[in-house]
């Protein structure tokens, strides 16, 4: 709890006696009390209000279906152009219209090979 750790604790809780003393200690253990259950109460009524509004139980969700760490990109877009979206048909099924393709398809592009010791071109005004 905020980087303290059993030792630093006892060390401030010493410290704390001393600095609010035996007349008064008893009254700040019953205001740090109140306090306790004063959240509690509030983070109760925070679970309530969430099961009304939203109609689940916090402890009912499956948080780990939410972590973001299980959804990997490469897995997906692999799994996206694997999946095959072709459903078997059936003998009796009438046979369906077959699709053409009437794009336009894209001209081949033209690769230019240099010769032996000729430099590539450049452009200054392209940096």
């Known amino acids: 709890m905020f980087g303290i750790n059993g030792p630093e604790f006892l060390i401030l809780l010493i410290i704390g006696v001393i600095v609010i003393g035996p007349s008064r200690l008893p009254e700040y253990t019953r205001k740090l009390a109140n306090l306790v259950k004063?959240?509690?109460?509030?983070?109760?009524?925070?679970?309530?209000?969430?099961?009304?509004?939203?109609?689940?139980?916090?402890d009912e969700v499956d948080w780990k279906k939410y972590d973001p760490r299980q959804y990997d990109p490469r897995r997906i877009i692999k799994e996206a152009l694997l999946d095959d979206d072709t459903k078997p048909v059936s003998e009796g099924a009438p046979v369906a219209a077959v699709a053409v393709d009437i794009a336009p398809k894209a001209p081949e592009r033209v690769v230019e090979r240099l010769s032996a010791g000729e430099k590539a071109p450049f452009d200054s005004e392209a940096t």
Do not use: N, P
């Open 38 to 58: 004063e959240l509690r109460r509030m983070a109760s009524g925070a679970r309530e209000q969430i099961k009304e509004e939203v109609g689940i139980d916090i």
